[in-house]
């Protein structure tokens, strides 16, 4: 496949995630080579920390990229015809700025180190140089840039901010980062929760919408769609009000979003929501398909490659049908066809996720690593969730039983090198819901594949990044939230 089959003047795009994780360069090269052969066509760059920013030099991750080197990063993409496409947070999502002490007076809420208070003109004047710093480093090619701006939960409620009408503040702080771009001919473009936030009647997200300019792209992120799922997006099927109302939309399903283990992404709802965005992409006509891959989630972005390229296929080229195009896929890169086995094993996963790995992630997102073990991560989530029922411990180890089963007849089946980093990765999923299981029922986990997953994880990541990643799954496990504090603060000095 080619470039040549994007007969429609649209964008295929890739989400290249550097937060939480410090990704190897070869790892990125990798992942650009990959992408480019696939037909994408463009690269959202979600860099964050992981350069060395003079505008927020507090901020700089210890293994950051020199300028120099993300550059060469830039012009191999380039090269590959992959447009580039920054990523800047201006609303929310902030915590690699706001979680140092220097930063935090521009917390909306004190708390809370994700959420800018946009009513303080400081944090207007910094987000502009540090704009500007972004166009420096990512030079003329860019066409599009992205202002961020999903999960803004605490925007506005600041006693500053409360007194403001909420759009009109919205608008305010995004219009004079927008005019920055839209003086140099570069689109800007936000996420879509905020157009579409609300209880509201059809004709009142519409006046909402319209409160919006047209000159933003609307990225609408939806990870259930076309996936067996409940759709827990609260703007599912709302679509229509971006573009009936003018807006040019980019869709952006996931292949690695909440509820995926830590070592593999789950292959049956990813790909039913890739396939099914990329027909709603194409069937409507849409600005472009963006494939987002949060890195929060940790697992080696080589294990989505087939998941990219079904994305890619089902927009510019479908087969017949999705089972088809997947299976061909799943041969020729994991040397396996068997699409139910895949699923089976990762389609258990989002019900071990109230049991810490991800809240451990999460915490170290936001500085705050969270001590306690699979039962306290159940209580705390059946406080915000009073209906959630928690699988028993026989039932997560009967489940995980046969999955291993299946395993090993693969195993068994196929000495194929392609299949290698899979089997790592079901392997260590495998073990680590045995591990929540043995911890629920009341026995101590005596030892912990660390070595193991640092391994793995090593595979596209830093050393010290896979040694974090490790420690952030198996620690809260352990209970030692004492030590996995220190490992977390060792690797992320003074975050
Ligand atoms: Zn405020």
């Known amino acids: 496949m080619s470039n040549m089959f994007l007969f429609f003047a649209s964008l295929l795009v890739l989400h290249m995630d550097m937060n939480s994780i410090r990704m190897r360069r ?7 080579r990959e992408a480019s052969s696939m037909g994408y066509n463009a690269v959202l760059w979600e860099v964050e920390d992981k350069i060395k920013w003079e505008t927020c030099p507090e ?16 012009a191999e993409a380039e090269s590959l015809g992959l447009e580039p496409i920054p990523l800047m947070q201006t609303f929310a999502h902030a915590e690699y700025i706001l979680s140092h002490e220097k930063y935090r007076p521009w917390r909306e809420v004190d708390a809370n180190p994700t959420c800018y208070c946009v009513s303080k003109l400081e944090v207007r004047e910094f987000q502009k140089r540090f704009l500007f710093e972004y166009l420096d480093l990512f030079g003329p090619s860019v066409k599009n840039f992205h202002l961020g701006a999903d999960e803004a939960h605490a925007f506005g409620t600041c006693p ?14 995004l219009d004079g980062l927008a005019s ?12 879509c929760d905020m157009m579409l936030t609300g209880k509201l009647s059809d004709a009142q997200i519409d006046a909402q919408v319209n409160k919006f300019p047209k000159y933003l792209t609307a990225w609408y992120w939806d990870y259930y769609y076309g996936s067996e799922e409940k759709n827990l997006s609260y703007w599912a099927g709302r679509i229509d009000h971006l573009t009936e109302n003018g807006f040019s939309v980019i869709f952006a399903p996931a292949t690695a979003s909440w509820g995926d283990s830590p070592f593999l992404p789950m292959y049956g709802k990813h790909s039913d929501n890739v396939a099914a965005a990329a027909e709603l992409t194409r069937r409507k006509n849409l600005h472009g398909l963006c494939v987002t891959s949060w890195s929060v989630h940790l697992s080696p972005k080589r294990l989505q490659y087939p998941l990219w390229e079904l994305a890619a296929q089902r927009y510019l080229a479908p087969g017949d049908s999705v089972e088809k195009d997947f299976s061909a896929i799943l041969v020729r ?11 089976d094993i990762t389609s258990w996963f989002p019900s071990l996720i109230p049991f810490d790995s991800r809240f451990g992630t999460c915490a170290a997102k936001w500085a705050r690593p969270i001590a306690g073990t ?20 026989c039932e997560i180890e009967a489940n995980f039983a046969s999955v291993r089963k299946a395993l090993s007849k693969m195993e068994t089946k196929s000495s194929d090198l392609r299949m290698a980093p899979f089997i790592s990765g079901a392997r260590l999923a495998i073990r680590h819901a045995e591990t929540i299981a043995d911890e629920l029922g009341g026995k101590v986990p005596v030892r912990f594949p660390e070595e193991e997953s640092r391994r793995f994880f090593g ?25 996995f504090a220190e490992t977390a603060s060792v690797n992320q000095k003074g975050r």
């Open 59 to 74: 901020c700089v991750h210890p293994e950051a990229f020199s300028k120099r080197e993300f550059r060469e990063i830039l």
């Open 459 to 483: 595979i596209e990541q830093s050393a010290s990044s896979a040694a974090l990643s490790s420690s952030l799954v198996w620690m809260p496990l352990a209970g030692e939230g004492g030590k």
């Open 160 to 173: 500053a901010c409360v007194k403001r009408d909420k759009f009109e503040l919205f608008m305010e702080h």
């Open 26 to 32: 070869d790892a990125i090269v990798d992942h650009l």
């Open 180 to 191: 920055v771009l839209r003086e140099r001919g570069i689109r800007p473009g936000i996420w």
């Open 333 to 343: 890169r994991l040397g396996t066809d068997d699409i139910q086995m895949m699923k």
């Open 374 to 393: 699979a039962k306290d991560g159940i209580e705390r989530y059946r406080r915000e969730e009073p209906d959630y029922v928690p699988p028993l411990p």
